[in-house]
């Protein structure tokens, strides 16, 4: 075993849990790195403070001298937490989050300082613009953007430093961020729901789209992660032959947590639980090595922050456990890939779920309503949910065992199904007769029930309807929720706008309101027909089925973004005011130049551990090889020698033409990356390295693995996939 790896696996076995032993109750703790709105109550004036809590309510801005009293609370309260810095904490379209941190501090002469902390500095800062994605918007000497504090999302304190959550636009305003569309795509959603709610319940004033995330990642051992070059630079790896055992026994899945693990966890939802992220449930998962955090869900805004949050202070407390996080969709090959489920309902201020059911055949034809509004959205505008889950990472778990396929259907149960039926039989146009009316309002009734029996889940489905929630399961485990939200809410809120126009020209006409609403869900039902599918997503006979029901079937990124610039999204986004023609066309540029760039990087690294690591290290076992073939021959006879050598010269032939195809390989990869570097149509140059350099990977890959499999495990340089999957 070569020095580099030996020492890498025996710093891995060696290291013990860091035990974190910190006595406490979640409940004392909760949210007490975060300027709450109690301590808003605390902090500041009782005009201020109602201001505020206006402001987050009606989506409006904060008046200047209300931002003064609330930067100056903020300075007062971080202060006594230990904090000398503050920073605008915002979401470039990178996928990471952005801080620059500044301090209170503030001469004032003669040698003296303080502490100080303006409105100014509160609402709006000028971050340089010109380095962080924009999509065409900006040029790079045009530097200028803007970032604009959010009082939607509370400010809260990592380390030392007030964290400020805002959004980020350009000098000309155009959105560079995933919050500011999350924001708008929320109001739109806010208002539509509402107009509909109301004929149901007047009471209702208010709709929030809720979002309950599940993250899954996997912890591998740092000083591992640091001795594979691909893991490192990629997120996944790129090489590596399977491991005899890996997740077959069905063993990993909700079983005993590893001791050092579980030690980060605890610290983990430590640190969550101070900055008021309301973690829950932590797990193993089906992969080895691989686990699931999930919270209590939120208002979509502050879900989609705390997501981010979390992913960040996961990294950091990882480390402190000789750990490294893995976010990537698909670090290893035979085992299941992470995905980040999003769990999307909507609530009103009544304290009601929009997507539970009721006790009375009114309040349930109130959930049938917005229930079937949502699947129509999905069947309506799948390709722009397909685009807005796309990434490199995504590509590769799209369709695997343990994630839903790329094709776009929603999962609703047998017994709703038959509601469904129901509907479509007995809704005539216009009037109904009042037998038909007591017939279908019995079976609507029953509704609960039916729910409450019909538990199981579709995990083959990219869209399950699981109770009282839609699980959108598609989503990719390193991706910024944001990009799947602003999609769902959006066409959501377009399919209610369109839903009330329709209700509201059939009442005018004289029918009844209910009639008028169940003449238009029975339309809906037999137009979305085709995206409901019950069964199992992964056979290819779904595939056949899909093509002819007419549904997309998207397989890469390139194709998949295709959709963000087709008129019916751009139109859906315009016409909804969550983004503008060229916000939209922006973030089409920056996910194909994201993506292509994912993958020059990945060739990179694959050409460089192929050349660098294993042909040297298969020409060194040859050379072994031969020496032991040579040995043989000066002191066995012919006859002895042919019968036996017969495996060594095998094993020599077999290796020597190993390495040939990986050089030829790797050698025409390089070409045709260079020829995809040459074109700067983004589009062109996205589809190059997709279809003609990304096949490589896996024909460079079969011949290493193969020598991985016939190399004296002792001269392999690279840390092997039963050392990264099972050291804890």
């Known amino acids: ?134 999509g065409g918007i900006r040029n790079t000497f045009e530097a200028r953007g803007y970032s604009a504090w959010d009082p939607s999302s509370p400010a809260f304190i990592i380390d ?203 309040t349930n034809l109130m959930f049938l309503t917005f229930f079937i509004n949502i699947i129509r959205a999905v069947y309506e505008h799948a390709d722009l949910l397909r685009a807005a889950i796309a990434t490199a990472g995504n590509d590769h778990r799209l369709g695997a065992n343990e994630a839903p396929p790329a094709i776009m259907s929603v999962f609703i149960g047998s017994q709703l199904t038959h509601i469904f039926n129901d509907i479509e039989k007995k809704v005539k146009k216009g009037k109904m007769s009042p037998d038909e009316k007591t017939d279908l309002k019995i079976n609507i009734g029953k509704i609960p029930q039916i729910i409450l029996d019909n538990t199981d889940r579709n995990r083959t489905s990219p869209f399950a309807f699981t109770g009282n929630k839609f699980e959108f399961r598609a989503v990719g485990s390193s991706d910024n929720c944001g990009a799947a939200m602003i999609a769902l809410n959006t066409i959501v809120a377009d399919s209610l706008k369109n839903f009330k126009k329709e209700v509201d020209l059939l009442i005018e006409n004289g029918l009844d309101k209910d009639e008028a609403i169940l003449n238009i869900l029975r339309n809906y039902i037999i137009e979305s027909r085709p995206v409901l599918f019950e069964g199992n997503g992964y056979g290819q006979e779904w595939v056949e089925e899909a093509k002819r029901r007419g549904l997309s079937v998207i397989n890469n990124t390139p194709d998949a973004l295709k959709a963000y610039i087709s008129e019916k999204s751009i139109n859906v986004l315009k016409d909804n005011n969550v983004l503008s023609e060229i916000e939209v066309i922006a973030r089409y540029h920056i996910k194909l130049e994201k993506y292509y760039k994912k993958i020059q990087i990945e060739a990179r690294v694959l050409g460089d551990i192929a050349l660098n690591h294993i042909i040297p290290t298969a020409i060194q076992y040859q050379n072994l090889l031969i020496s032991n073939v040579s040995g043989m021959k000066s002191i066995l006879n012919t006859k002895e020698f042919d019968t036996c050598a017969s495996v060594q010269i095998d094993m020599i032939r077999e290796i020597s033409e190993r390495i040939r195809i990986i050089k030829t390989k790797v050698l025409q990869m390089i070409e045709e990356r260079k020829n995809a570097n040459a074109t700067e149509d983004i589009l062109i140059k996205s589809q190059l390295y997709c279809r003609n350099v990304l096949p490589f990977f896996e024909e460079i890959r079969s011949q290493v693995d193969k020598l991985e499999f016939l190399i004296d495990d002792e001269r392999w340089t690279l840390v092997k996939y039963r050392e990264l999957l099972f050291t804890k």
Not at 113 to 134: C, N, R, W, Y
Not at 233 to 247: M, N, P, V, Y
């Open 1 to 134: 075993m070569t020095t580099f790896r030996k020492n890498a696996l025996n710093r891995a076995y060696d290291r013990k849990p860091v035990i974190f032993d910190k006595v406490f109750n979640p409940s004392n703790i909760f949210g007490e790195s975060v300027f709450t709105t109690e301590k808003m109550r605390e902090y500041l004036s009782e005009e201020a403070y109602h201001s505020v809590v206006s402001a987050v309510d009606e989506g409006q801005g904060v008046e200047r001298k209300i931002a003064d009293q609330v930067a100056s609370a903020m300075k007062a309260w971080a202060m006594t937490k230990g904090a000398t810095h503050y920073t605008h904490w915002f979401q470039p379209l990178n996928g990471a989050t952005a801080e620059k941190h500044d301090a209170f501090l503030m001469p004032v002469g003669e040698g003296r300082s303080i502490e100080k902390f303006e409105g100014t500095s509160l609402v709006q800062q000028e971050p340089d613009a010109s380095s962080f994605p924009s």
């Open 160 to 362: 030392d430093t007030l964290c400020i959550p805002t959004i980020f636009i350009s000098y000309t305003g155009e959105a560079l961020d995933y919050k500011t569309p999350l924001l708008k795509s929320t109001l739109c959603l806010d208002k539509a729901a509402v107009d509909v709610a109301q004929y149901f319940d007047k009471n209702i004033s208010k709709v929030y789209a809720t979002l309950g995330w599940e993250q899954e990642y996997f912890l591998v051992d740092e000083s591992l992660f640091i001795a594979r070059p691909d893991l490192m630079l990629a997120g996944r790896t790129l090489i590596g032959h399977e491991s005899a055992k890996g997740q077959q026994l069905e063993d990993n899945y909700f079983g005993v947590i590893p001791q050092r693990v579980l030690e980060f966890m605890k610290e983990l939802e430590y640190e969550a639980w101070r900055l008021g992220i309301p973690v829950k449930t932590r797990h193993n998962e089906v992969a080895p090595n691989q686990f699931e955090l999930a919270p209590v869900y939120e208002e979509v805004n502050i879900s989609n922050d705390h997501n981010q949050l979390i992913m960040i202070i996961m990294d950091k407390i990882a480390r402190k456990h000789g750990f490294k996080a893995v976010f990537h969709e698909k670090p290893f090959m035979g085992i299941n890939g992470s995905g980040k489920h999003n769990n999307w309902s909507m609530a009103t201020n009544t304290g009601k779920n929009l997507l539970s059911p009721g006790k009375t055949p009114k």
